[in-house]
């Protein structure tokens, strides 16, 4: 959820810096209010969506990064509970009555 707030945060933000210097540099030259006006709401609705699609992209490419790790990672926790193993390295708890790894020092589930 905090990730959605700072994306739609970061696209508007950055969308009404673009609009604004657009509309500045038009001022400057001469333009009216209102063509500036009309201009800074076009430069703001095409960079929002821009932004937007952006910021779309690289959640999904930092969901489909992430994704293989956590299922290789389950499959790798649940061969090992079922072999008696730690989940953090691997050491045989078989005999193991003190509940922690001796090993790594991880408490044994």
Known sequence: MRIRQVASATV???SVIAAMSVAIVLMGH???FVETAQTFVQV???LSVI??????????????????GKTIRGWRDRRRLAEGQCLLCGYDLTGNVSGV?????????
Do not use: K, N
């Open 30 to 32: 001469g333009h009216t």
């Open 44 to 46: 703001f609705l095409v």
């Open 12 to 14: 508007a933000s950055l």
């Open 101 to 109: 790894c001796p090993e790594c020092g991880r408490s044994v589930e």
């Open 51 to 68: 932004l937007a699609f952006c910021w779309a992209v690289v959640l999904i490419m930092w969901y489909v990064m992430a994704l293989p």
